[in-house]
């Protein structure tokens, strides 16, 4: 049975001066405009379609792509408005409803929104919604300190930038904590920082601990090797520098230069850092 909101392979059934019919299972037969048919289609005996419902609630099927499905989450611009909702631009030529009840705040014209699409199964129209938590996992994290993570940012606040982690639950990057560039649509890695006693979770984009120093490590001595052995930075320099160079906090940094003094990698002078020839 051919699956709404989704990708599926369908048998060609028929073909008529409207394009051809697929087999829809339990949906019947979905019609496949013309201008989607390519020369080896009808040869080939199926088609690799995705399914949803037109302007007046017909299943049809397209080789065009959306920008996503149902059961995923976007971040997609309102092209219009009206009194039903507000429409989506999500790389079909049908947009995609977001009712007035599936809002958290009006959604404005021009604007981006993280949604999550998903069939209605009243209607069979796959529209979206804004309220993302209806759409999370509610049973208690269970996520290791220092456990590497998907995230999508999903807004930026006062304290910091909210994202949802693997899909599942939300968490909270400070802004005090967050060295390099970031703002709302983005996806991104990330790590768990800690699960507080309320199931809040607080998150990095930085490897928490020593386990990141490595990484780091190799970055300093790369860029030591690209600047001819040496770099006019330490551990004296300002945060702002080392997060401008490295995208890195300055306590990561320190940690970082130290092991590699230790393992007389590099040497401190007045200035700077210098590489030690091996």
């Not at 949803?52 to 609630?57: F, G, H, L, Q």
Request: proline share 3%; hydrophobic share 40%; aromatic share 10%.
């Amino acid at each position: 049975m051919a699956e709404i909101g989704k990708y599926n392979t369908l048998a060609i059934i028929r073909e008529t001066d409207n394009g051809l019919y697929l087999d829809g299972g339990e949906h019947g037969e979905i019609l496949m405009p013309k201008k989607y048919i390519d020369a080896g289609l009808k040869e080939r005996g199926e088609a690799d379609v995705f399914v949803y419902t037109d302007s007046e609630d017909r299943l049809v099927a397209t080789t065009e792509k959306p920008f996503a499905c149902v059961g995923e989450f976007a971040y997609l611009e309102v092209k219009a408005s009206s009194r039903f909702g507000a429409f989506l631009d999500w790389g079909l030529a049908k947009d995609l409803l977001v009712p007035y009840s599936e809002q958290r705040n009006k959604m404005l014209e021009g604007k981006r929104y993280w949604v999550f699409i998903y069939l209605d199964l009243l209607s069979n129209r796959v529209v979206a919604s804004a309220k993302l938590n209806k759409f999370l996992d509610n049973t208690p994290p269970e996520y290791s300190r220092g456990q590497e993570v998907n995230l999508l940012i999903i807004e930026e606040t006062d304290l910091g930038y909210k994202a949802i982690i693997n899909f599942e639950h939300t968490g909270m990057l400070y802004k005090n904590q967050v060295f390099q560039p970031i703002k709302a649509g983005a996806r991104t890695k990330g790590y768990i920082a800690k699960i507080r006693s309320d199931e809040k979770i607080d998150l990095l984009l930085e490897e928490p601990g020593y386990e990141k120093v490595d990484a780091i490590s190799e970055k300093i001595i790369a860029e030591l090797e690209a600047s001819g052995g040496f770099l006019a930075i330490s551990d004296k320099s300002s945060p702002e520098m080392i997060k401008a160079m490295f995208g890195i906090s300055k306590k990561n940094f320190k940690k970082a230069i130290g092991g590699l003094y230790k393992k007389r990698l590099i040497s401190f002078v007045s200035d700077g850092i210098k590489l030690l020839k091996k």
